[in-house]
């Protein structure tokens, strides 16, 4: 009992989202009638004025996967993504995770009725946690493109592409028909996107409130500053300045050296994230 205990205490959030979309898989499969009633309990209605009558499957339908493979391919993008997610802030793991996975979904169904609601499509109702991985894959992907992560039989692969990739594996397996799940899918992305975008802005607005302050001392002449200027050679300008906001992300603003502090301030002021 007490080993059980440390597994849930160690759990993160997305081990917990995880944890909970299998548990929800099991229990709409293994009841018999009682399964069919809480899977038709937990889906998001088609129509809006019905959600008026079932106003919890706003959350609870993306933790509802039926399909096997749709909940295994879900599990594994969430746990893929996450794993990438805390080198941008290590409270990705904690409540930030919460926050983009449940506003992701909710986006999700928002897109869902617009997408509907404008094309007329008969849906039979949603379930499944696309909307809210498509949004973790959207806030990844912008906040770290040029970053690469390995795939297999090509190596290491730059996360835009595998984006990329995987969205465009994601229609075909969906089939451009589906206006229902697409919807849902593009409105968990364009989530991800905008909170990323909003992050971005943020750690612009951090830097420039940082930029006026004092300065430690300058490295001394034993620090390779010149090791630094051959570092960022071969380097666009987007680049640089992806890395260094990436430090402050993971060590604060105070991390930079002189050097470093002084080229954001340049970069800042001729690039517009």
């Known amino acids: 009992m007490n080993r059980i205990v440390r597994i849930i205490r160690s759990l993160t959030a997305p081990g917990w989202i995880i944890a909970i ?3 929800v898989f099991v229990c709409i499969h293994i009841f018999g009638d009682w399964s069919k ?3 038709n309990e937990l889906t998001l209605p ?3 004025a019905d959600l008026l009558g079932k106003p919890w499957t706003v959350v609870c339908y993306m933790f509802t996967q039926y399909a096997p493979m749709h909940l295994l391919a879900n599990m594994l993008l969430l746990y893929f993504f996450s794993s990438l997610a805390r080198h941008i802030d290590e409270r990705m793991l904690r409540w930030q995770f919460w926050v983009l996975y449940l506003s992701g979904g909710v986006a999700g169904a928002l897109a ?3 997408a509907c609601g404008a094309t007329g499509y008969q849906s039979a109702g949603l379930v499944g946690a696309s909307a809210s991985v498509m949004a973790l894959i959207s806030y990844t992907t912008f906040m770290m493109p040029r970053v690469t992560a390995p795939l297999i039989f ?5 996360l835009r592409v595998i984006t990329l990739i995987i969205v465009l594996l994601s229609i075909i397996a ?6 229902d799940i697409q919807g849902a899918h593009a409105g968990g992305f364009l989530l991800g996107i905008a909170g990323a975008l909003y992050t971005k802005h943020r750690i612009r607005v951090m830097s420039a409130a940082y930029a006026g302050r004092p300065t430690s001392p300058p490295a001394p002449e034993s620090t390779p500053a010149a090791v630094e200027s051959d570092a960022y050679a071969d380097l666009s ?5 992806d890395i260094l906001l990436d430090k402050i992300r993971r060590s604060g603003y105070n991390s930079l050296s002189a050097r470093e502090r002084a080229d954001l301030n340049e970069l800042s002021r001729r690039i517009e994230l």
């Open 21 to 23: 979309n299998a548990a």
């Open 154 to 158: 090509f190596g290491h692969v730059e």
């Open 174 to 179: 969906t089939g451009t028909s589906a206006i």
């Open 112 to 114: 869902f009725y617009m």
């Open 46 to 48: 088609a129509s809006p």
């Open 237 to 241: 300008d987007e680049e640089i300045l």
């Open 37 to 39: 009633w809480l899977l």
